[in-house]
């Protein structure tokens, strides 16, 4: 039960704000993100470890398949509005729902990864900045199946993209992939370390010193 009331806790609607309108923000987190200086002190307390094996993931939630994080976009507090919806009336601007539904059916997205202007729902994604599968190379393998569906359905750790960019993403670590718009690298790496920090999750040795890369462009001034 102490995990279903932190699921309630973590994603509740109310909680997040409408990002603000404007141009490209490349710096927009959310809520509860740590700031820059304990990103660093957490990702040096994390548990140094190489990456665990997938055995036994298996996201596919058909009725024969083993669903180890949940039905994707789970509607955790019961409003009747999944994940999807909340994280697209979060991050986008002008946002217009299906008549009479939680749904998100138009907005504009600032998308933070590529720094450009997205206008139509359909190309858009929510990205888990932390995958799944890497979650379960770093720890999750062993949690009960309400803790994997509240570390999927975080909020913390899901960001409105392109849905191309993702795609392009994948299940990569920042030491495989960092997103294409390098002004938002540091807000990336905070997010990032966040989830690993609040669950508990192991890094590998590339990956920290990609995150420490990432964390010391947070001292520098965006362009203008």
Partial sequence: MRWLLLIVLLTGCSAFPLASSGGPQVDRVPAGTLDAATARTSLAALPLSAPGRLDGYVRDCDSDKACVFGQPW?????????????????????????????????????????????????????????????????????????????????????????????????????DEWMPPNAGYACSYGRIYVTVKAAYGLSVAPAERSALEQALTTCDTPPAT
């Fill in 74 to 174: 789970f509607d955790t507090d019961g409003d009747g509005c999944d994940q999807r919806s909340q994280v697209l009336a979060r991050d986008l601007t002008a946002v217009e729902r299906k008549p009479g539904r939680c749904s998100v059916q138009s907005g504009t997205l600032d998308d933070p990864y590529t720094a450009s202007q997205i206008n139509s729902v359909s190309k858009i994604q929510i990205d888990h900045v932390v995958p799944l599968a890497e979650m379960w190379r770093s720890g999750a393998a062993t949690w009960p199946q309400e803790r994997r569906v509240a570390a999927a359905n975080d909020l913390r750790n899901l960001v409105a993209v392109s849905g191309k960019v993702n795609q392009s993403k994948s299940d990569k670590t920042p």
